[in-house]
């Protein structure tokens, strides 16, 4: 069965950066790509950006393409985002999904997000 | 990119059919067949309902449909039940990238 299995919690300071993990299984994880969207406390969701495994194109959100760099590791199925210079405001909770071969494709399995708390 | 426009609540009784609007532009909902509709309950990761404007995804329940007019997509919910209490999220395509919709919280009274 598909599963997609995030990273714990991360606690950082602003200036700082994180990466989160975000595991796939239960499908070839070259076929599909993976989206992050973030969630701040009590908000609704933001699209953060896309990557395709199979050949390594992303698409980043305008607002944090300059601070966000999304990776991928096929041998182990593990697709990464890193998002660097943090400030307050990117306080939330993180999710990947699985998505189509397109930025512009629905997520159909998604992780359990990952808390990213941004405090001096 | 502006987030697409919904309302910030809807409401409706057990067995009644609700819509939820969502407002674009002629440069995303407007210009793409590619709106999705998600569910999301507290604590919960969203989940599709809706994908491409109005197909649904196997498992999802024949009650829930998308549609679209010009620059606003709706989804209607038919034959309201008490688990379809939830957030939903509209999601367009613009061009370059994907915006959400700012949520609309269905309440079932």
Known sequence: QVQVVQSGAEVKKPGASVKVSCKASGYTFTNYGITWVRQAPGQGLEWVGWISPYNGNTNYAQKIQDRVTMTTDTSTSTAYMELGSLRSDDTAVYYCARSGSYPQDASDFWGQGTMVTVSS | ?109
């Open chain 2, 1 to 109: 990119q502006s987030a697409l426009t919904q309302p910030a609540s809807v409401s409706g009784s057990p067995g009644q059919s609700i819509t939820i609007s969502c407002t674009g532009t002629s440069s995303d909902v407007g210009s793409y067949d590619l709106v999705s509709w998600y569910q999301q309950h507290p604590g919960k990761a969203p989940k599709v309902m809706i994908y491409e404007g109005n197909k649904r995804p196997s498992g999802v329940s024949n009650r829930f449909s998308g549609s679209k007019s010009g620059n606003t997509a709706s989804l209607t919910i038919s034959g309201l039940q008490a688990e379809d209490e939830a957030d939903y999220y509209c999601c367009s395509y613009t061009g370059s990238g994907v915006v959400f919709g700012g949520g609309t919280k269905l309440t079932v009274l």
